[in-house]
């Protein structure tokens, strides 16, 4: 026997749309959130896309065979967290002993490396030199796999926000149409792995969203007349979004400030939902019925998963007590070393304790780093934060210039020469119109009130401006892979207003399939034509400086 579904509640207001239907309540706005299109088209299609991103990041994968950029550091860093368990500092000829084959005799020294982030993206790096062996492309296969999980996320995270799996398709093809995270994607850098665990942390908070008005529609009847509403104390996406704002910590600590920002949004859209059901203050009741629970999912479990990225340090504590505890911290407070440097040995939870007090006077250590040492050094690639957004200074991570003609296949006229590079340089269509899209976005956000945008404007503010207080030393445009996500996602909603949601054939459709689709082309074009510099390929002189826009990219 079943039993019958309870009754809607009235609806008050408005209750027809402009074309004649009727609004739909609350309770089944929530409940409709979650019924996206079919579910196998949509994985397929994704996981497709994904594929064709693996594939491209694959191609020549250990080309140039030489450290590329900060390869330097954590390359190095990966493979001695695999062989000593910490990482080791090296000698001035661990590069060339390293790309010759050899990986022990003369590389490291016995004392630890003064590292200034933590282990995680290294421990992933590390992962690929035990698979393929020390070697470039060892060491470049776990950013290419996890570039191409970012593009699959990327289709599911657009796809949900929109309710298309077009959209989300095109929004994963643009991601990995980009060159910025094309070539992160095929570097033994660390950003490529915080720039995905932010972006899954942020998908897990969408999808809370969506869960959360859903098991409120589920337990209420009726509008709520008085009262807090039903409380939900275990939210499994804030759960699993804790752990990877955890891992995103653990890699680099700029994933603090999407954190933040979108734990906000997390708290306002449960309000939000508590309003819609007819809560009375939902702002301050939310703030305790959701807020707290939030916290103890994002901050508290993303805190646990954090200190435990730390447990190589924690079980070679003792090699930082006694080789590094008269650095930075001993700089800026007064001379003094660790305090545990001289403290007797503990053991059993004494120990454990101890190290983790270790472990807090290095982060002083890594912090007086971040926030003084570098104050006046310069470097030739670095960039202003507010000229990133329009490219306003790539990254050369590779090159070799100088190559005569009729040597190496060089082709080039009398007089001139050849080169290759590796130039960390984001598309200018997508990078440039999504300045265009965001600004739409603020205004969608601001004056419809359509919460999506605002995830595109929050997680492009929340990831770019803290860098803005940071632009007087040495900072660098590949930074920005954090916020690239967040542009795409609002180019992609753009093109979804310009295409409507009507099906039916219309003129205003059918601009906004051309404008949308001119776009779409044109992105990849752009993309095939700057392939040869993210890929080292042979140019002529005049060929690359074809592809060299402006001087302040040389």
Not at 359 to 380: G, Q
Request: aromatic share 14%.
């Amino acid at each position: 026997m079943t039993t019958a579904a309870p009754p809607e509640p009235p609806r008050a207001g408005l209750s027809r749309t402009a074309d004649g239907r009727p609004v739909p309540s609350a309770r089944e706005r929530a409940r409709a959130r979650v019924r996206l299109e079919d579910p196998f088209v949509g994985w397929t299609a994704c996981v497709a896309v994904a594929l064709l991103a693996l594939f491209l990041r694959l191609w020549h994968l250990g080309q140039p065979h030489v450290f590329e950029f900060d390869e330097t550091y954590y390359a190095k860093d990966a493979w001695s967290l695999l062989n000593f368990g910490f990482e080791r500092d090296t000698t001035d000829k661990a590069n060339d002993l390293i790309l010759n084959g050899t990986t022990l005799t003369g590389v490291y020294k016995d004392g630890p490396e003064m590292i200034v982030h933590p282990e995680v993206g290294k421990w992933l790096i590390a992962l690929g030199i035990k698979a393929f062996g020390m070697d470039p492309f060892g060491w470049r296969i776990a950013a290419a796999v996890v570039g191409s999980l970012m593009v699959l996320v990327m289709c599911r995270f657009a796809r949900r926000i929109t309710g298309s799996t077009a959209l989300g398709v095109v929004a994963g093809l643009l991601l990995s149409f980009d060159g910025l995270q094309f070539v992160l994607s095929r570097l033994a850098l660390l950003d490529i792995f915080v720039a995905f665990f932010i972006l899954c942390g942020v998908h897990c908070i969408v999808a809370d969203r969506d869960w959360f008005r859903s098991r409120l529609a589920a337990r209420l009847d009726a509008p709520v007349r008085s009262g807090w509403g039903p409380r939900v104390l275990f939210r499994p996406w804030l759960l699993l979004g804790g752990v990877c704002w955890g891992l995103a910590l653990g890699t680099k600590w700029e994933a603090i400030y999407p954190l933040a920002a979108f734990g906000l949004m997390c708290w306002l859209w449960s309000a939000g939902a508590r309003r819609s059901f007819g809560v009375r203050w939902p702002v301050l009741k939310s703030a305790v019925a959701d807020g707290v629970p939030a916290f103890v999912h994002l901050v508290l479990v993303a805190f646990v998963v954090y200190v435990a990225t730390w447990t190589g340090w924690l079980l070679h504590a003792h090699q930082y007590e006694e080789h590094l505890s008269a650095t930075q911290y001993t700089h800026y407070n007064g001379g003094q070393d660790w305090p545990t440097r001289t403290e007797p040995d503990a053991s059993g939870l004494g120990e454990v304790t101890q190290s983790l007090r270790s472990l807090w006077y290095y982060h002083h250590d890594v912090y007086a780093f971040h926030t003084h040492f570098l104050n006046d050094s310069s470097h030739t690639y670095q960039s202003k934060p507010s000229g990133w957004l329009l490219l306003n200074r790539p990254v050369g991570v590779a090159a070799d210039t100088g190559i005569k003609p009729g040597t190496q296949g060089c082709h080039a006229p009398e007089g001139s020469d050849c080169l290759r590079q590796v130039l960390l340089l984001g598309s200018p269509t997508i990078w440039w119109g999504g300045c265009l899209a965001l600004l739409f976005a603020v205004a969608m956000w601001v004056g419809a009130r359509d919460w999506r945008f605002g995830v595109a404007v929050v997680g492009t503010a929340s990831t770019w401006l803290p860098w803005l207080q940071y632009d007087d030393r040495p900072i660098f445009f590949f930074y920005a892979i954090i916020t690239l996500p967040f542009v795409v996602l609002a180019l992609t909603l753009a093109m979804g207003k310009l295409i409507g949601s009507a099906r039916a054939p219309s003129p205003r459709r059918t601009f906004g399939v051309i404008v949308a689709g001119a776009f779409f082309v044109l992105a990849v074009i752009n993309f095939a034509w700057f392939w040869p510099i993210w890929t080292n390929q042979l140019l002529t002189h005049r060929e690359w400086l074809d592809r060299i826009w402006f001087s302040r990219w040389v």
